[in-house]
C-alpha cells in the first residue's frame, strides 16, 4: 500500500494539531484525504460473545525482549455471571461519556457508567485542557458576533470550575491565530473531582476501574454489556447503549461496523511546574515568537496569560530542531501559577492505537520524549531553569482509533457549509483547522441525531472521536465542546428510549429536542 506522507504546513493546525515545533521528520503524517481513505481496514462484523475466547488484542505480538510469547489458541469455557439491571449503560467516562450519563441519568433514566480509569473525564483530563470551543468562530468575519453556541451540562461543568479555581474562564485570544478565537483552560484534577461529584448528584451508578470487555446481542440489539473489575467479571443489562470509550470498544464487541483509519500521531502530554508563565512569555517576545497568547483567570486573578505557545520560524534554531525531533509542539495552557501543561509530544502509529504490542512501545518512546522536552526548557527558556515534569498521562492520547458507521457521516460539506437537519441535537462553531478551514460566514453547522446512531444496532449509540470519517470534518467534530454536546443528546436520547422502550430510531424527534432544549441545549435552526 502506498503510504504517502506530506509535511504539515507550519500553519496548519490549531489547538491540537500538529502546527508549532513538529516537522516531516517526527510527525509524518500531515493531513491527507486520499491516505487516509486508502489506509483505512475495512473488518467484518464480529459479535464477540460471552465466554467464547478471544484472540483479539492478543494476535498482535510484537517482538519484544523475552521472545515472541504467540501461543496457538485456547477455548474459554462459558460461564454464569452476576448481572445488574440498568436502563442506560453508558460505556466509557471520559469526555463525551460524563455528559452522557449525567444526561441520561437527569431524564430519570437508571444509568451506570463504566470507565477503566479511577475518575471520570478522558481526555479532557489527559491530552488537552483548553476545551474548544463554546463559542462561534467570529474574529475572522467583521460583521459577525460573538454568541455562545455551547450551554447545557458542558457549561454547567464550567461553571462548577469556576466557582473550586479550576479553570480560565471562557478566555478569548488576543494575538495570533484568529480562528483560535475562544479557549477555555481548565485545572485537569479538578476537573476530575467536578465530573466525578456531577455524576453522583445525578444518581449514576459509577463503576471506576472497571473495562467494558464485552457485550451480548440479540437480534439487533445488544442485552448486556460485560465488564469487568479487580472483583471479577460481570452483566450489565439495559435498554439502551451508548459507546463513549473513544476506542469504539462496545460497539466493535456489539459487532458494529468500523475502520482503523490511523490518520493522527498519538500523544502523552505533560504537566510543567516550577516555571515562570510569564518570563515564557518575555523569551518568546524577544524572539518575536508568539503565536498564541490569551488572557484569563490564574490563581483567581483576572487578566493573566493562561495559553501560550512560540512559533517555530524565529526561536532558536538549536530549540526547534531539538523540538521537531521529538514531535514536541511548544502550546500551553495553565490556571495556576508556576505551572504550565499541554506540551504535546506527536508520534505516529505504525498500526493503530488499538495494537497492543505497538502501543507498548509508544508508550515507551513518548516516556523518554518527555524527559528530553522539559530537559529543552530547561535548557533554553528564561525561567524554566529549574522546572520538572509535575504529571504524564496515564496512558496514550489518542486523536481517534475505530472509526464507528453510523446512519449519517458527517462530511466537511456539512460543516463548512454551515449546515443545519432537521434532526439537530446541538449547533458547534469550531474548527480546529481555521483560518484554512471555516465555518460558513462565522456561524455554526448542527450535529445530526443520525450521526450518533450506530448502524445495524438498533439501541446503540456512539459519541466524540468515534463518528466522522472525512478528517476535515473530524477535525471540528471531535474537538472536546463537540464531545461534550454529543454525549448529553447521546444520554438523552438514550433515556428517552429506554423509557419508551423503543429502539433509537424509533424515538420522535421532537421528543428528543423538547427534553434538549429543556436540558439548555442551544439550537441554531
Ligand atoms: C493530545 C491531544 C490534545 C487535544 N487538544 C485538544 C484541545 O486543546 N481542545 C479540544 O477541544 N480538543 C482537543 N483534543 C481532542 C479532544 O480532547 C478529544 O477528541 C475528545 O476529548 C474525545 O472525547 P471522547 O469522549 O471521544 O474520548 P475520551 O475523552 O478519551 O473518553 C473515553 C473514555 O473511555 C474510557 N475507556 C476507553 N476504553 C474503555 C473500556 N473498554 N472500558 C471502559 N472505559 C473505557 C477512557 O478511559 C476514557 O475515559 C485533543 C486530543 C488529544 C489527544
Not at 215 to 225: D, K, N, V, Y
Not at 418 to 441: C, E, L, S, W
Not at 455 to 477: F, K, P, Q, V, Y
Amino acid at each position: 500500500m502506498n503510504r504517502r506522507r506530506r509535511r504539515n504546513k507550519a500553519n496548519g493546525l490549531a489547538c491540537d494539531g500538529l502546527r508549532l515545533l513538529t516537522s516531516a521528520a517526527t510527525v509524518p503524517d500531515g493531513y491527507n484525504p486520499k491516505e487516509a481513505t486508502m489506509n483505512r481496514r475495512s473488518f467484518s462484523k464480529h459479535t464477540l460473545m460471552l465466554g467464547i475466547g478471544t484472540l483479539a488484542g492478543a494476535a498482535t505480538g510484537a517482538p519484544q525482549k523475552g521472545g515472541d510469547a504467540r501461543a496457538d489458541v485456547c477455548e474459554e469455557p462459558a460461564r454464569t455471571l452476576p448481572a445488574r439491571k440498568f436502563d442506560v449503560v453508558v460505556a466509557g467516562g471520559g469526555t463525551a461519556g460524563v455528559s452522557g450519563a449525567i444526561a441520561a441519568a437527569r431524564q430519570g433514566a437508571r444509568t451506570a457508567l463504566i470507565e477503566a480509569k479511577g475518575y471520570p473525564g478522558g481526555t479532557v483530563t489527559e491530552g488537552g485542557t483548553a476545551l474548544h470551543s463554546f463559542f462561534n468562530l467570529w474574529k475572522a468575519f467583521p460583521r459577525v458576533k460573538k454568541r455562545q453556541v455551547v450551554r447545557g451540562i458542558p457549561q454547567q461543568i464550567v461553571e462548577r470550575l469556576l466557582k473550586v479555581g479550576g479553570t480560565s474562564g471562557h478566555a478569548q485570544m488576543l494575538k495570533g491565530y484568529d480562528y483560535d478565537s475562544v479557549c477555555t483552560a481548565i485545572d485537569t484534577e479538578l476537573y476530575k473531582l467536578v465530573a466525578f461529584e456531577m455524576l453522583a448528584e445525578a444518581g449514576v451508578f459509577i463503576c471506576v476501574n472497571t473495562f467494558l470487555a464485552g457485550a451480548l446481542t440479540e437480534g439487533g440489539r445488544i442485552t448486556a454489556a460485560i465488564a469487568e473489575c479487580h472483583a471479577g467479571r460481570e452483566a450489565f443489562l439495559a435498554k439502551s447503549f451508548v459507546d463513549c470509550t473513544a476506542y469504539g470498544d462496545l460497539c466493535a464487541r456489539a459487532g458494529a461496523e468500523f475502520t482503523e483509519p490511523n490518520d493522527y500521531p498519538v500523544v502523552n502530554s505533560i504537566g510543567v511546574a516550577n516555571v515562570n508563565v510569564e518570563k515564557y512569555y518575555e523569551f518568546l517576545k524577544s524572539h518575536d515568537a508568539v503565536g498564541q497568547y490569551a488572557e484569563g483567570i490564574r490563581d483567581g486573578k483576572e487578566g493573566q496569560i493562561v495559553r501560550l505557545s512560540g512559533q517555530t520560524a524565529t526561536l532558536p534554531r538549536e530549540f526547534s530542531e531539538a523540538a521537531g525531533r521529538i514531535g514536541m509542539d511548544t502550546a500551553t495552557t495553565t490556571v495556576h501559577d508556576n505551572y504550565f501543561m499541554f506540551i504535546k509530544l506527536n508520534f505516529k502509529m505504525p498500526v493503530s492505537p488499538t495494537n497492543r504490542d505497538e502501543v507498548a512501545k509508544a508508550e515507551l518512546e513518548l516516556r523518554k520524549r518527555q524527559v528530553k522536552a522539559v530537559e529543552l526548557f530547561r535548557k533554553f527558556v528564561p525561567g524554566c531553569e529549574k522546572a520538572f515534569i509535575a504529571r504524564t498521562s496515564p496512558s496514550l492520547n489518542i486523536r481517534r482509533a475505530r472509526l464507528i458507521k453510523c446512519d449519517y457521516d458527517i462530511s466537511h460539506e456539512d460543516v463548512v457549509g454551515a449546515r443545519h437537519f432537521d434532526d439537530d441535537v446541538f449547533a458547534y462553531g469550531f474548527h480546529d483547522m481555521a483560518p484554512r478551514i471555516q465555518i460558513k460566514n462565522g456561524g455554526t453547522y448542527g450535529i445530526p441525531y443520525r450521526a450518533l446512531r450506530v448502524a445495524g444496532i438498533e439501541n446503540l449509540m456512539a459519541t466524540g472521536m468515534m463518528i466522522t470519517s472525512d478528517h476535515r470534518a473530524h477535525m471540528s467534530t471531535r474537538n472536546t465542546v463537540c464531545s461534550m454536546g454529543q454525549g448529553q443528546a447521546a444520554g438523552t436520547a438514550a433515556a428517552l428510549c429506554a423509557a419508551r422502550n423503543c429502539g433509537t430510531r424509533d424515538l420522535p424527534y421532537a421528543d428528543l429536542r423538547k427534553a434538549l432544549e429543556k436540558g439548555d441545549v442551544y439550537f441554531e435552526s
